[in-house]
């Protein structure tokens, strides 16, 4: 699941001209995955 969200920010943050626009993929898997991997370690 983690796989295919990085693997979408990504191909979004390529294919979008808009680097904000783009990079705001990879930002929301980073929220994501670091809110999930402290839930989880705890």
């Excluded at 001209?17 to 993929?25: D, Q, R, T």
């Amino acid at each position: 699941m983690y796989t295919s969200f990085m693997l979408m920010g990504l191909g979004q943050a390529f294919l979008l001209s808009n680097w904000v626009a783009g990079l705001a993929g990879l930002v929301g898997f980073a929220i994501l995955f670091s809110c999930e991997w402290t839930r989880k370690s705890v």
